[in-house]
């Protein structure tokens, strides 16, 4: 089965920085398109990111230049760097891959707010 466990996530100021992580268990990780999503209260969960086996990426435009994906394969790791964050950012982010979502983990709780 397959497991994700997010974290990184926090409270920050406007205009702060986060770095979220997402170890992904029982699949070969490699081969899989990894994706970043979030769900804030009340909305429905949107992908944020997302970063192919070889390393292309693409971004929502909501996003675009202030967040950047990436992924270490022999750690099982995807990672979300966030900067410039908005109070519009706030949401419970989730990692899964991009196609044929597996069960969702937990999340991690990222809060921007001064």
């Known amino acids: 089965q397959v497991q994700f466990v997010e974290s990184g996530g926090g409270l920050v100021q406007p205009g702060g920085s986060l770095r979220l992580s997402c170890t992904v268990a029982?699949?070969?990780?490699?081969?899989?398109?990894m994706a970043w999503y979030r769900q804030a209260s009340g909305k429905q969960r949107d992908m944020v990111a997302f970063?192919?086996?070889?390393?292309?990426?693409n971004y929502a435009d909501s996003v675009k230049g202030r967040f950047s994906i990436s992924r270490d394969n022999a750690k099982n790791t995807v990672y979300l760097q966030m900067n410039n964050l908005k109070p519009e950012d706030t949401a419970i982010y989730y990692c899964?891959?991009?196609?044929?979502?597996?069960?969702w983990g937990q999340g991690t709780q990222v809060t921007v707010s001064s």
């Open positions: 899964n891959t991009r196609f044929n979502t597996r069960s």
């Open positions: 029982g699949t070969i990780f490699s081969v899989y398109t």
């Open positions: 970063i192919t086996t070889d390393g292309y990426t």
